[in-house]
């Protein structure tokens, strides 16, 4: 009897390694690939950042110079597109949460917007260029970009805000509307401050998604060099700037370059968004 | 008769009237009609589930905030009835204010916590907020705890001094009824007998509507009790009187701990 008990339990202590040892190598695969790829591109890109690279705009189709106006574009196109999502997203998230609760067009509504996050982004991106380029005559711009990215982000946008409203207690709004508030003013004031950090999030994870497309950019903002002065002009992300060096093979040192510096601005965009949130989390 | 004499001679400030409310299909007030008078202490008792509490939250159309609430009847507040067609509820809401079972300080500071309702009520003058600041908070007697910290978040308050925040905070907006849900449940004792003091002071200046579940707290505080069971009023009096001699068989049963 206690030998049978023996047993089962070395052949349990075996089974318990064996998953351990599995679980354990398919987590190192991931964190390998991520450092493996993240890795590859700095130790190639990073030496060929310098001043000149950050300063001056791109000559010979980006053969030679830096990409000044590149990374002014990118912002730029991502500031737009932000600034348009975030009131549209969070005003969604609370009509959603606070007014409409439940009810068949709510469900449906937000079914569509799931939808949405799921569509693949060179769809945007037809859309975006039939639409704002053709139809409304917007032209290659960095506002028909910015209307086609405010549109891919504002399902992650609306999610994060709604899920944030969902964690304010019910007594918040109690105490506030017993005092004689508005559903308005509970909302302004009490609510939406309560849900800072989370709203922060789903910019971020917005602007995460914005910096780093490519298909739907260049359908819309299309693919000019030069330094974009108003919303009406085209101009380049550094993704787009990116494929176009490495598809036309123009050169191997400014692509490492761009996409090394890429990957520092999504690092820095979310590094200080933990400590923005974590900031008004206190 | 002497008692039934002085009780005429108060100020009714509500007069609850045939008042049903229904949640979907079920009914939890059943032909409610009460008197609430003016600056008395009023307890309503009861065990869970009685509806006192539901019926707290008519007093100042709280229940407005849940779906599917259903209300017949009429309560009139100074004469006129509260869920008539044009009744401004804000106005309403900022003469009737609440006080809620655990105490619900916005995460805010403590200062802002009490300017909040003056605030939205567009007082904007700095020296007049600071003034109701303190004034509230001596009301409550929170003043000399706080008052070198009135900045600092109000969720670093213990319980029972939060619940104080809560109640400086509905004076602030210088409501005419305070009514309390259960406001010492969550609280110890030490707190609770501080709220309790604060309840005798704060009665001559304001009508309170007190749900307890305790029944040595409704004898302690109140000037008049209305026992409720399955969403009826048994029986509502003087508290001496139904605490000393009820009318009514199941209040007894109930006062003296049979059930409930």
Not at chain 1, 166 to 178: D, F
Not at chain 1, 196 to 218: C, P
Not at chain 1, 225 to 251: C, Q, W
Not at chain 2, 177 to 199: C, G, H, N, R, W
Request: proline share 3%; aromatic share 8%.
């Amino acid at each position: 009897m206690t030998e049978k008990l023996k047993q089962r339990n070395q052949y349990k202590s075996i089974k318990n390694g064996v998953f351990y040892g599995i679980i354990g190598f398919l987590a190192a695969i991931t964190l390998i690939s991520l450092i493996v790829i993240v890795g590859y591109i700095l130790i190639n890109g990073l030496s060929h950042i310098n001043w000149e690279f950050l300063s001056q705009e791109p000559r010979r189709m980006g053969k030679e110079g830096g990409i000044f106006s590149v990374i002014i574009g990118t912002i730029y196109i991502t500031i737009v597109a932000m600034v348009i999502a975030t009131p549209v997203g969070v005003a969604a998230a609370i009509y959603f949460n606070e007014y409409a609760k439940g009810g068949k067009v709510v469900s449906t509504i937000r079914f569509f917007t799931e939808i949405l996050a799921g569509i693949p982004s060179i769809i945007f991106g037809l859309f975006g260029f039939a639409f704002f380029v053709v139809f409304l005559g917007m032209g290659w711009s960095v506002l028909s970009g910015g209307l086609t990215l405010s549109m891919m982000v504002l399902p992650t946008l609306v999610r994060a805000t709604e899920e944030s409203l969902k964690t304010v207690p019910m007594t918040y709004r109690e105490g506030s509307l017993s005092l004689g508030a508005s559903k308005w003013q509970t909302i302004i004031k009490v609510i939406l401050p309560c849900c800072k950090s989370g709203i922060l999030t789903g910019l971020i994870l917005g602007i995460g998604r914005a910096v780093g497309e490519t298909a739907a950019v260049m359908l819309t903002v299309g693919g000019s060099l030069k330094l974009p002065n108003t919303i009406f002009d085209s101009t380049r992300s550094m993704a787009v700037h990116l494929y176009m060096l490495a598809s036309e093979g123009l050169s191997r040192e400014k692509t490492y370059a761009t996409a090394a510096l890429l990957i520092l601005m999504v690092l820095l965009i979310n590094t200080a968004a933990n400590f923005i949130s974590r900031r008004l989390g206190n | 008769m002497q008692i039934k004499e002085t009780i005429e001679s108060l100020e009714k400030k509500f007069e609850v009237r045939d008042l049903n409310l229904f949640y979907g299909s079920f009914q939890a007030l059943k032909n409610i009609d009460m008197d609430i008078y003016e600056n008395k202490i009023t307890a309503l008792i009861g065990p869970s589930g009685c509806g006192k509490s539901t019926f707290l939250r008519t007093l100042n159309r709280m229940n407005d905030l849940i779906n599917g609430v259903k209300i017949e009847g009429h309560i009139t507040f100074d004469g006129k009835n509260i869920y008539g067609k044009d009744y401004d509820l804000i106005a309403l809401r900022k003469k009737v204010g609440m006080v809620f079972q655990k105490p619900n300080p916005f995460p805010k500071s403590i200062y802002e916590n009490i300017v909040y309702g003056p605030k939205i009520h567009g007082e904007k003058n700095r020296d007049v907020l600071d003034g109701i600041v303190e004034r509230t908070l001596r009301e409550v007697a929170l003043w000399e705890e706080v008052k070198d910290r009135l900045h600092r978040p109000a969720t670093g308050l213990s319980g029972g001094q939060q619940q104080r925040l809560c109640i400086a905070r509905c004076l602030a907006v210088e409501p005419e009824v305070i009514l309390m849900d259960e406001p010492t449940s969550a609280l110890d004792p030490v707190a609770t007998s501080k709220i309790e003091e604060l309840l005798n002071t704060l009665s001559d200046k304001y009508t309170i509507v007190i749900v307890t579940h305790n029944m040595q707290q409704a004898g302690r505080v109140s000037d008049f009790t209305s026992f409720f069971l399955s969403g009826k009023v048994i029986e509502s009096d003087k508290t001496e009187k139904i605490f000393s001699n009820p009318a009514n068989k199941k209040t007894e049963d109930y006062i003296t701990g049979r059930f409930g």
